[in-house]
């Protein structure tokens, strides 16, 4: 069945402009999660939703993160004002809810540069 | 603060030996992950591990969970070359927000012949 899907895999922009990345999960997760990967940071957890409610905001990183998701399912992760240190790769994974874990299955990845 | 330290971080060997992969955490856990990363791709789950004692073996890769050590190893039988990528524990800590999974810096492991 189709996976995690993102959009777009790969973004440049310019230092000081606003940029949206998108996640669509695997039809019936009901998590869904953001991560960011850069070279200096490793793999780091910025923000998980359950439904269309966020429990969980203590990754984001700055104010300048903001993140919802709709329906259910597409989720948007926005950065405002964009530096040159928010160049990473931005992952979103999803999960179903249960006690089997939450195995977390992964998109390919927003890669995010700004100049 | 939660720690993951994976070690070791860069593995070079070759075709047919054998070598475990290490991860300790530093806070209580029931619940450790293992993914596989090839270059330029997303992480790929490998396996889930939910209770102390658990092992759970695909191919040439198993894994176990040590909850009272807070250790978990990745061991590898017989190398060969398509298991080369980089390879990442992640904990889930206990009593923290559902999935909030913290990860360790990766094992990059490249099998030579």
């Known amino acids: 069945g189709a996976g995690v899907s993102q959009s777009p895999s790969n973004k440049v922009t310019e230092k000081g402009k606003d940029v949206e990345l998108r996640c669509d999960p695997i039809s019936g997760h009901t998590a869904l999660y953001w991560y960011r990967q850069s070279l200096g940071q490793g793999l780091e957890f910025l923000i998980y939703f359950q439904g269309n409610s966020a429990p969980d905001k203590s990754g984001l990183p700055s104010d300048r993160f903001s993140a919802e998701r709709t329906g259910g399912s597409v989720s948007t992760l926005t950065i405002q004002r964009t530096q040159q240190e928010d160049s990473a790769v931005y992952l979103c994974?999803?999960?179903?809810?249960?006690?089997?874990?939450?195995?977390?299955?992964f998109g390919p990845g927003t890669r995010l540069t700004v100049t | 603060e939660l720690k993951v330290e994976q070690n070791p971080l860069f593995l070079s060997m070759q075709e047919g030996k054998n070598y475990t992969i290490y991860c300790n955490y530093s806070t209580t856990s029931d619940r450790l992950y293992w993914y596989r990363q090839d270059p330029g791709k997303s992480l790929e789950s490998l396996f889930v591990l939910l209770s102390n004692g658990a092992v759970k073996q695909e191919g040439r890769l198993m894994a176990s969970l040590d909850t009272k050590a807070r250790l978990s190893t990745l061991h590898i039988t017989a190398a060969v070359h398509d298991l080369s990528a980089t390879y990442f524990c992640a904990v889930e800590p206990y009593g923290g927000s559902q999935g909030n999974l913290i990860f360790g810096k990766g094992t990059k492991l490249s099998v030579k012949p």
């Open positions: 994974a999803s999960s179903l809810e249960g006690w089997e874990g939450y195995e977390q299955y």
